[in-house]
């Protein structure tokens, strides 16, 4: 592919020379600054044919570089040869940015282009002085065929999965607006716009979102969203009659602008969310409404989101349960199948599927599968290719991760699975992180405590060994919305955000060496009240996963008596959970895969 | 005390209304932000009667407060009994610091006098939009009798304690100036220029600083500090003499602003720490270069003493080898006095202080020793009274938290001492926190980690029982000075600074039980190499602190195994080290205090 990505990087240049710019920015994410773009965003693959989840490139007339982190540089590497891009690292301790870079490269000022969709209007800042020319859509003269914006049916999510209806949380968001003096709100983030309006489709893969904005005033509600007049299918006609009758305009996505100056009263302040306001939509609703009426904040939908009521609990409870029966039938498939003839990583991410696709609300998967075996498993965002896959042998280490989109609930669980004889080293490292993941589900703590106050816990056991994993150890969870969302996580970084009782969070340390295996062990943990005394209140994680680890490749003597205590109790408590809902013969084997360790 | 106070708070009030103020902040520091101010600088001690080491005052016409911090809450609402000054709690989540309080209470303005000297420059910058008076040593008129400015003996300390010339230092700071394009340094943190002139001197109790201020040009060094032209001492004099042979030329306290001009040249860049300069001296230096040849930011000397060299970590390893041995003859006197004899809390401070007084290179105490009883020992900053205070009985724990400075270093260490039995929950307390400090020192972890990152190491114990303290768990400690020093702590903050090879911190945990016990473990810890593999390098502790950890009123139950190796190995360590150099008699009681436990 690198001719042909060296050939597009040139037609880049080209447009630069014609229109006297010195830089061009192109980003990997789409107007909603979302983490996965649909096929109309994947700008940065097509110029240079990385397909990381997250990565920018940066053209000069001398240089073409590609701004990526440490989960994607052996991939990035891999992809860019030939194509003359090169790699600039981030999330490393000598990390240059792209903002600093171009201040270096163009000390005394220059030119830089961008796709102003593309880019969000907070990070824009950090360009100036450089002179910025925003040009929507840049590419679209050099890009044949580029997809068109997708359209895919809306649903619509009842309080009885979600636990709150869409008219609840329209006046909760205008509470907010009162209290801090706006007028209006445009929320930009996609995720954001399908929980308050209780609508999914599936405009990105894997994510269940509507590409739209939602403008919300004290007056009206109006939702710019794509919609074929006549053409729109009959589950999306019923959609909008349910939405509508909840006092929401559907607008057209691409009138925008016209919406909001037909909403707007003359002095009206706007809130938005510079991290997802795109730079070009930025710009526009800045001259519309005066700078001075411009609110920037964090949305506060982003923190509500994330604490989940107790209906999303319950539904989140079943969608494990569902979940881990899946799980459970794929791995008995697995070692059966293994045992008796040549099974690919493809195959087997295919069955998985086709277990999560039997179940009644399923909408598809939350992300697409890690099938890895051996030392594909060491790339910790290994893509399995659906021809030429490896084989999974009857020994060493199979990591699959994986999760399911329901309409009760979004799941995302990662097993490592001893295939057979383990080496020594297969097992240390299996048992350290599996100490990890237990230290931090047994963790306590008090209210107020921030994610990267407790990372430590999960990663120590490997610290004390003198190995460490480059990702972070757990991300929140949307429901039935995207498998990675904020504010809250925990990871090294010095994120205030406290962990709060209804958060749910992913619990996943691993260990990677390149050529060998790759190993993580992955729950999602819910936070909850643990008790309060003279102290202070506390708070705790509640395991939501189900689905047993697999004892076989535990190094008894690196596990002490609090671990293996933990262990023995959440097996039993799969298998008791698990066991009456699966056909005999896989019961039996799990009682087996099951039994305590001493 | 009460009366007396209520008249200077209206005295205070007297002097408000004749010059039109709304309202006094009275700051409990002195003009080089010093964590302890010499008596001259006690300012909210007479003000309020408050003797905690952390505080500011506000006084408005119907208002008066203190601002302090959890440690200091019960203190503070015994001593301010009466005054009518109210306390305001610091470090709690509902915190409303002072600079906010005066915007609440004034919104429209007001204007807020100050003891400018005794204010940071950085800080005042918070009151704006509020007019601010500055009133340099506002209380003189009336604070009769007002302490002067101390002017203690001073002595240099040679290259075979502090492994560095001062030469080297200076040359050190001025290629710091010339990195950063700056023309001068004022260095205005006592510490620090005690350090970079290898100075002490006893201007402040336990600290062994002198009063002064440092400026570093290319050209020149000037130390600004109080002399008695032909009244100083001999071993002053002696100082000043080896202190000029290294060109560093010796002027006035008096006389800064006059020794700045003399230095300037139009157009020079100085280099300030707004966190360490007062608003007097800060605004007078920026009225001398201009507002735009003030480069403020964090002093480098801070950072750089608090990395040890290996002349300063051999020393200190001396020091808690000397440290060690006094404080097991006192331990030893302490348990066979008081199953004779009344000993109260006062005598055991005392006879800890003699055995410390009789190492060679003694110097003093580096803090008020606490000598904490039973209940006493709940108020983790208790201040044993010299008459009247408890007698340390043959049930129960008594804790006892010293230190001290020897030319060769500074300890800190506190150890929690079981006087006879303990009830089920004291020696639950006393293991779980001694549990925590046994995590946190033996954490390992990569380089770039920051205190804040590893803090739960030290509580997770606690948590997980619903348990936990209120102060941090580790602070920076000084070569023979402050035993207090940043940048670095380990705490429940977002403090980014990393833990780098060569600091020297405390290992504290501890539990405090209202009217009941107080518990504090407390060692010193090198952070040292501790290998590097293909995940990265890292980063271990070494305990400095040697004195055996009493295993009597351990819970054995809430040990893991891991636990007590380290222990055992630990008592072990200080057996053999100590012991070789402890007579016969505490030798073979060390040896039966450090047994094993299994």
Redesign the interface.
């Known amino acids: 592919m690198s001719a042909l990505h060296l050939k597009r990087v040139e037609a880049v240049r080209e447009l630069m020379a014609d229109n006297g710019w010195d830089a061009v920015i192109i980003s990997g994410t789409d107007p909603h600054s979302s983490e996965y773009p649909a096929p109309r965003w994947k700008q940065v693959e097509w110029v240079s044919g990385f397909t990381g989840e997250a990565g920018d490139i940066v053209i000069t007339m001398d240089h073409a570089g590609l701004w990526t982190d440490t989960r994607y540089f052996i991939q990035a590497l891999e992809q860019l040869q030939g194509s003359g891009i090169e790699l600039h690292k981030m999330r490393v301790?000598e990390q240059v940015s792209i903002p600093e870079w171009l201040h270096l490269t163009f000390p005394d000022g220059g030119v830089v282009a961008v796709d102003g969709l593309c880019q969000s209007f907070g990070a824009m800042s950090e360009l100036a002085p450089l002179s910025i020319v925003d040009m929507p859509d840049m590419l679209d003269g050099l890009w044949e065929e580029r997809p068109l914006i997708p359209c895919t049916p809306i649903e619509t999510v009842g309080e009885e999965q979600v636990g709150e209806s869409r008219a609840d949380k329209i006046s909760w968001l205008r509470k907010f607006l009162l209290q801090n003096e706006c007028d209006a709100c445009l929320l930009t983030s996609l995720d954001e716009i399908a929980w308050l309006l209780n609508v999914r489709a599936n405009d990105i893969e894997y994510n269940p979102y509507v590409i739209s904005y939602l403008l919300v005033t004290q007056e009206c509600v109006k939702w710019f969203v794509l919609k074929e007049d006549d053409g729109a299918d009959e589950d999306t006609i019923d959609s909008f009659d349910d939405i509508s009758s909840d006092e929401v305009e559907i607008c057209s996505y691409g009138e925008l602008l016209d919406g909001l100056s037909v909403a707007r009263t003359e002095g009206d302040r706007i809130f938005v969310d510079p991290s997802t306001l795109s730079y070009t939509v930025g710009k526009q609703v800045s001259d519309l409404y005066g700078d001075e009426n411009l609110v920037q904040g964090a949305s506060p939908v982003k923190l509500r989101k994330a604490v989940k009521n107790e209906t999303e609990i319950a539904c989140m409870r079943e969608a494990h349960f569902e979940d881990g029966l899946a799980m459970e039938q794929f791995l008995f498939w697995l070692e059966k199948e293994v045992s008796q003839r040549v099974v690919t990583e493809w195959e087997a991410s295919e069955k998985l599927t086709s277990f999560r696709a039997a179940i009644p609300g399923y909408r598809g998967n939350s992300f697409e599968n890690i099938s890895a075996y051996g030392k594909n498993a060491a790339l910790p965002h290994y893509c399995t290719p659906a021809v030429g896959s490896a084989e999974i042998q009857r020994h060493g280490l199979y990591l699959v991760d994986s999760g399911g989109q329901y309409i009760f609930g979004t799941t995302d669980i990662t097993r490592t699975v001893p295939m057979g004889p383990c080496t020594a080293l297969e097992k240390e490292d299996y048992t350290l992180v599996l100490k990890g993941m237990i230290q931090l589900a047994?963790?306590?703590?008090?209210k107020?405590?921030?994610g990267?106050?407790?990372?430590?816990?999960a990663r120590?056991p490997?610290?004390?060994a003198?190995?460490?994993?480059g990702h972070g150890t757990g991300h929140g969870i949307g429901f039935y919305l995207g498998v990675h969302e904020g504010p809250q996580d925990i990871r090294?970084n010095?994120n205030?955000q406290a962990l709060l009782p209804g958060m749910i969070q992913s619990d996943e340390p691993g260990l990677y060496?390149e050529g060998m295996h790759g190993i993580r062990h992955e729950n999602l943990v819910l936070c909850k009240e643990?008790?309060?005394?003279?102290?202070?209140e506390?708070l705790e994680f509640e395991t939501l996963t189900l689905c047993h680890i697999d004892t076989s490749a535990i190094d008894r003597d690196l596990m002490?008596?609090?671990e293996l205590d933990w262990l023995n109790a959440y097996n039993d408590r799969v298998y008791e959970t698990l066991g009456p809902a699966l056909n005999p013969e896989i019961r039996t084997w799990l009682r087996a895969k099951t039994s305590m360790i001493l």
């Open positions: 301790p047994m963790a306590v703590f008090p107020g405590t921030a990267c106050q407790i990372d430590a816990a120590m490997l610290w004390r003198r190995r460490n994993f090294q010095f205030r060496r643990a008790g309060s005394s003279e102290f202070g506390f002490n008596q609090e």
